[in-house]
């Protein structure tokens, strides 16, 4: 493994020296932080584990009249005492003078207030109990908190869910229900706290609605038409650092519902979340960690997840859209089942959140009201049980929690409750050889943490091989994989008057078999130049393993050493089998960076002549900056020894090409030992205006009249 770490930034490409600890800097953005460390403690520092326990008898009714006496808890297999219990059932009606209840508030402020902390390496300051007037008033009450995904939707998307709300809202809706109503956009949104007023409640429906769906005057559809042109600089110079890291992928959306139920889980009552989305597109980005870490912190606040696809019943055409000319030849193909799996795609993350929850995913259906019935009846009746762990340890290891009713007078008894809980962890007393046993733990934890932002990426370069046609049917083919990852500074905190920080890496690549075929591990030392210096930078760091073709899941541990947060994520590797007749390319790195390699022999691809091309993972570019293209490109079809290959890169915004490169025409292999023409592009980024744009790279074999069209998606921030 080769390895490549320093400090780098998102708007000044510069050339440094060689060696491990050489830095490069760049300005960035605003700084923002991430989500609240999960909690499982009530405000005087106890830990009090709440369970939910629906009993259902044979014919699936809920029994009613059990006391605590009939319950049997237990935990990792030790008998535990049950130090609270009542039972929750919601009736047509709330308690007389219940208040509504202010859980919400400031929700955002906090976040960006625990970006600070973070980046001064200050103490937490101590966080208040909710405001929830007294313990009676939320007793036998439904609370619903609904969150809408504009960010997904589309506006008539948008429009149907906010409908189906307000019938909801409007004839459903029982004094005993208390709604919360939340937007997911550039931003987390609360439209109104938890409330039990159908006026307010159709009030923030009403604003959504004319806000983000199609109850617009004409005046704004006019502006949204010119959406293209209107997203200019006021956009764009408020995107932040976090925002760059999460532009491309789902992490922002899970987090955002990962701290929505942190605030509800100092309330011991089972509570319901309502999300409605558009699907989330797995782009191969995604960190699967996020996804475990949300599951596991709804568990542990007792909220279930009850997601709904908004895009409702959908047709998919086995031949293609109406709108492409295919003649169909995706039907015989397959190409056709694309439009299928994208479809199923989408909908994977939401019926993972709904299952692992204990909720219940509702795709495609054209009426929504299903799912605010299900939300109901699930939380019209349960058991409330709650604990103090015998176990004070703060290791970080899941707690197996088991119930059972002891009751032998009652047979056929089902017991539905959530399986477990993570325990918290600290991390000030340990030493050298516990803290890396915590990084191999993170390591095969299923849910490991998140506290630390990161992003990973990785590619796929031939080394060497012969083609599977040579008595070899699957050929010899090796790749060099770079993993690079890389940190926001405002992640990493800076103790008082440190000259430096350090970080720890550990990362595994593993087979289909689960087979560890690949490690890294590295302690990043950084010249800490201030808590302010360092957040407008980004550490980096990149790595790289050797991979035949195949299926492969990378998972890569970040722990800051100053306060212990831990940062994990997983992806996976697809290197794809290179033979038949198709054109044979490399994975494309875009790249905002160069700097000088390391002396001696690398077998890095994207160390050429000396110097080193470092991969921007975040896809985010400033107006002053040069973007680089690399590509390559394996076993052209020759004449006489000289291949003819014609390559350009085409940027387009909303389906629209605004810019072209010239045509590149290129007869010569650049490295005979692997049979590669290698392309490399550089494109100011200052032509392009602020916004998304996707970049198509157009490459064309000339002799073997094959072509290859692969793209990528990038952000110019002004």
């Known amino acids: 493994m080769s390895r490549c770490l320093g400090v780098s930034a998102l708007a000044l490409v510069l050339a440094l020296g060689a060696g491990a600890g050489r830095t490069t800097a760049q300005q960035q953005q605003q700084q923002q932080q991430p989500p609240d460390a999960p909690r499982f403690e009530s405000s ?39 130090s609270t219990f009542s039972f929750q059932e919601i009736s047509e009606a709330a308690p007389a003078g219940a208040p509504d209840i202010q859980l919400l508030d400031g929700l955002e402020d906090k976040v960006r207030a625990e970006a600070a902390r973070a980046a001064s390496a200050t103490s937490p300051a101590a966080t208040p109990a909710p405001a ?37 809202v409007g004839s459903k809706m029982t004094g005993a229900d208390l709604v919360a109503i939340i937007t997911i956009g550039s931003r987390l949104n609360v439209l109104t706290d938890f409330t039990s007023s159908k006026e307010d409640a159709l009030g923030a429906l009403q604003a959504l609605a004319y806000n983000e769906g199609t109850e617009v005057d004409p005046q704004a559809v006019a502006t949204a038409a010119t959406e ?61 960690v996020e996804l475990r870490s949300a599951t596991s912190t709804c568990n542990r606040g007792n909220v279930s997840i009850y997601a709904v696809d908004t895009r409702g019943l959908q047709a998919v055409s ?38 692992d929850t204990g909720g219940r995913s509702f795709t495609d259906s054209n009426d929504f009201g299903d799912a605010f019935a299900r939300v109901q009846s699930d939380l019209a009746a349960y058991y409330l049980l709650g604990y103090t762990s015998t176990n004070p340890a703060r290791d970080g290891r899941f707690r197996r929690i088991q119930v059972r009713v002891n009751r032998p007078d009652l047979k056929g008894l089902r017991v539905e409750s959530r399986p477990g809980y993570y325990a918290g962890r600290s991390f000030a007393n340990t030493n050298n050889r516990d803290r890396e046993a915590l990084l191999d733990e993170q390591l095969s934890a299923a849910v490991s943490s998140t506290d630390v932002p990161m ?42 008057k440190a000259t430096e920080v350090q970080l720890d890496v ?80 490399s994975s494309v790195v875009m790249s905002t960076q160069v700097q000088k390699a390391a002396g001696g022999r690398s077998d890095n691809p994207l160390v050429r002549d000396g110097v080193q091309l470092l991969p921007n993972l975040t896809r985010a570019v400033g107006r002053n900056q040069k973007v680089y293209f690399y590509y390559e490109v394996y076993d052209p079809a020759v004449v006489e020894q000289r291949p003819d290959l014609r390559t350009s890169l085409a940027f387009y915004r909303g389906g629209v090409k605004v810019f072209e490169t010239p045509v590149v025409d290129r007869t010569t292999i650049d490295e005979p030992n692997r049979r590669a023409v ?38 110019v921030m002004d």
């Open 318 to 355: 086995a031949g293609g859209s109406a709108a492409n000319r295919g003649n169909g030849r995706s039907l015989l193909t397959g190409g056709g089942m694309r439009g299928f799996q994208q479809l199923n795609q989408t909908q994977e993350t939401l019926t993972t959140l709904s299952a």
């Open 228 to 288: 293209a042109e209107a997203e200019s600089t006021e956009s764009s110079s408020a995107a932040t650092e976090a925002d760059a890291f999460q532009e491309f992928n789902n992490d922002v959306r899970l987090r955002a519902l990962k701290t929505v139920c942190q605030e509800l889980t100092p309330i011991q009552q089972k509570k319901a979340l309502l999300y409605f989305s558009a699907g989330m597109r797995r782009s191969g980005d995604d960190n699967q």
């Open 455 to 496: 992003v990973v990426g990785t590619g796929y370069f031939r080394q060497q091989g012969a083609p599977a046609d040579r008595g070899n049917p699957r050929g010899n083919d090796r790749f060099y994989v770079p993993i690079s990852l890389a940190v926001p500074g405002f992640a990493v905190p800076v103790a008082d």
């Open 678 to 715: 290698i392309f490399q592009f550089e494109v100011p980024a200052e032509q392009f205006k602020p916004g998304t744009y996707t970049c198509q790279i157009n490459i064309i074999d000339s002799i073997a009249s094959t072509v290859a069209f692969p793209r990528l998606t990038f952000v």
């Open 44 to 82: 005087a520092g106890v830990t009090i584990v709440s369970v939910d326990v629906v009993v259902r008898d044979s014919a699936g009714n809920v029994v009613r009249g059990l006391t605590p006496k009939d319950f049997v808890v237990s935990e990792d297999g030790k008998p535990q005492t049950i």
């Open 132 to 168: 929830t007037a007294d313990t009676a008033s939320l007793n036998n009450r439904r609370m619903l908190t609904i969150v809408f995904d504009v960010s997904s939707m589309q506006p008539e998307d948008v429009q149907r869910a906010v409908e189906d709300a307000r019938d909801w």
């Open 506 to 585: 550990k990362g595994e690549v593993r087979d289909e078999q689960g087979r560890v075929i690949g490690r890294l591990r590295e302690t990043i030392k950084v010249p800490s130049g201030g808590a302010e210096t360092l957040a407008g930078r980004q550490v980096f760091y990149q790595s790289g393993v050797t991979l035949p073709p195949g299926r492969f899941v990378a998972k890569v541990v970040v722990r800051e050493n100053t306060g212990g947060s831990v940062g994990s994520f997983e992806a996976p590797i697809v290197v794809p089998q290179m033979s038949g007749p198709s054109m044979k390319v």
